[in-house]
C-alpha cells in the first residue's frame, strides 16, 4: 500500500500513538489504514452419498479440484457468501439446514479464516462458473485426493466422509500454519462434540 485512498498523498508505515504494531498511517489526511484478516466462505454441497466438486479455471491450483468458495462481500453473511459462491462457481441451489457450519480454519501465517457448511444440493441442475473449468459430483471412493486444491477442502472432505460413518457432524476448528520449509500443518484446536476431539496433527 502507498497511497491513501482518501487524499492520496504517501503512506508511511509506523507505529500510531497508543497502537502496538505497525500500520499505514496518512500524515496529511491523519488516516490509519488497518489490514485485518480475510474471510472465505464456501460449502460442501451434498446429493445422496456424493459431493460436488469444482475444477478450478483460475490460479492459484487452476486445474485442481476445490468445494465452491470464495472472499466474503461486505454486507454479506458467512452462509450468504457461501451459498453465492456456490451458485457462482457451479451454477448450483442448496437447501440449507439449522446445523450447517461445518469447518473453521485459522490461517495466522496468510491472514485468512475459511469456513465451510454443509448443504444438500437442491436439485442436480449444476454447471460451471466462469472460475470453474467442470463441476461433478464424487462418491468418497472417487474423489481425486491428489488433485484438491487447498489443504482445507481436503481436511473438510476427510471430516465429511468420516463423520458419515457415524451420521455425527460436530463443528470443528483447526489453525493450519505454513512453515518455512513450505510443509503446512493442520491443528484440530476444537471439536463441538467432544467424543470426536481427535487432537491429530496433519502435516503435509
Ligand atoms: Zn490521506
Given amino acids: 500500500m502507498k497511497y491513501c485512498p482518501h487524499c492520496s498523498a504517501s503512506l508511511t508505515l509506523r507505529t500510531p500513538e497508543g497502537d502496538n504494531r505497525a500500520r499505514y498511517c496518512c500524515d496529511s489526511c491523519n488516516a490509519i489504514l488497518y489490514q485485518n484478516p480475510k474471510n472465505v466462505v464456501g460449502v460442501l454441497p451434498v446429493y445422496g452419498d456424493k459431493i460436488l466438486l469444482c475444477k478450478r479455471a483460475i ?16 454486507g454479506e453473511s458467512s ?18 439446514k439449522s446445523d450447517s457450519l461445518y469447518t473453521l480454519f485459522n ?22 462458473g466462469i472460475e470453474s473449468e467442470d463441476v461433478s459430483l464424487y462418491k468418497e471412493s472417487d474423489i481425486p ?13 476427510e471430516k465429511y466422509f468420516e463423520d458419515r460413518r457415524s451420521g455425527s457432524f460436530p463443528v470443528r476448528m483447526f489453525t493450519v500454519r505454513h512453515h518455512a520449509d513450505r510443509s503446512i500443518s493442520t491443528e484440530l484446536v476444537s471439536c463441538s462434540d467432544v467424543q470426536t476431539t481427535d487432537t491429530n496433527r496433519i502435516t503435509e
Avoid: D
Fill in 59 to 74: 490460479e492459484p491450483r487452476k486445474g485442481k479440484w476445490t468445494l465452491p468458495a470464495g472472499f466474503m462481500e461486505n
Fill in 79 to 96: 452462509l450468504e457468501g457461501a451459498i453465492r459462491e456456490t451458485k457462482e462457481e457451479a451454477g448450483a441451489e442448496l437447501a440449507i
Fill in 107 to 128: 490461517l495466522p501465517t496468510i491472514s485468512q479464516v475459511y469456513i465451510f457448511f454443509r448443504a444438500e444440493l437442491s436439485n442436480l441442475k449444476f454447471s460451471p
Fill in 145 to 157: 485426493w491428489s488433485e484438491i486444491a487447498f489443504p482445507v477442502v481436503k481436511t473438510t472432505i
